[in-house]
């Protein structure tokens, strides 16, 4: 009699079912949601609240990601600040408008981590983690001084493509030039000519100001 078959049998089938896990988990991870595209953040830290500021964050390659103010809006009582006149590195006395808001991001999954982000109002710079959300709708900011446990979170809101439409064309040219030369192309354009072949990225609504959540005390 052989014992051995029945021994065989049951670990080609672990084998076999180890294999098609492997095969089913690759396809998931590359479609992990992405912080890339349009966010907004509003006044309440809902939806609906009134927008404050828009942030379009960048791929800038080598696992490096980065968010510019994209678009700013008015809000009562409060003055605008065209110009970073407190910054005290690089970014002094830059445009808001387009300004590096969120630097040195390293994606690790949904969760981007060891940045900073920039208060334009006071120059003031905070350590930073981004985390999106698994339908890639929500981006939660995470604003620290020494620790993420010392932190406070803010979520912020993926924009449709078409918000695109409503930004400065000079940030669309410096930050989105495929969506540029699209825009500007000729309608009936073949793909290869200036129409270019991009679609215009993902956008995403943010919540509050234009600076992080200050850590709990």
């Keep these: 009699m052989n014992t051995h ?31 890339v595209g349009l966010w907004q953040r509003t006044d309440t ?7 404050v500021v828009w942030v379009l ?8 990601y980065e968010g510019i103010v994209a678009k ?24 808001v408008l387009g300004i590096s808001l969120i630097r040195d991001m390293k994606r690790k999954g949904r969760v981007y981590e060891n940045g900073n982000i920039l208060d334009p109002r006071n120059g003031d710079v905070w350590k930073a983690m981004l985390t ?10 995470r604003g620290y001084l ?17 918000a695109i439409a409503q930004l400065d064309p000079a940030i669309v040219a410096k930050f989105m030039p495929e969506q540029a030369a699209a825009a500007a192309a000729p309608v009936g354009a073949k793909p ?12 995403l609504m943010q919540k509050g100001g234009m600076m992080a959540p200050p850590p709990a005390k």
Excluded: H
């Design 5 to 35: 078959r029945p021994i065989r049998i049951v670990a080609w089938a672990a084998v076999a079912a180890f294999t098609y896990l492997l095969a089913a988990a690759a396809p998931a991870a590359a479609a992990e949601p992405t912080a």
């Design 45 to 51: 830290g809902k939806p609906t609240g009134k927008p």
């Design 57 to 64: 964050m960048l791929d800038r390659g080598n696992n490096l």
């Design 72 to 95: 700013t809006f008015a809000q009562p009582g409060q003055p605008e600040i065209a110009v970073c006149e407190e910054c005290e590195d690089d970014r002094k006395d830059q445009p």
């Design 132 to 141: 999106v959300s698994p339908d890639g709708q929500i981006l939660t900011l």
């Design 146 to 162: 020494m620790t993420p446990a010392l932190g406070k979170d803010e979520d912020w809101f993926r924009l449709p493509d078409t």
């Design 192 to 203: 290869g000519t200036t129409a270019g072949k991009a679609k215009a990225a993902p956008a």
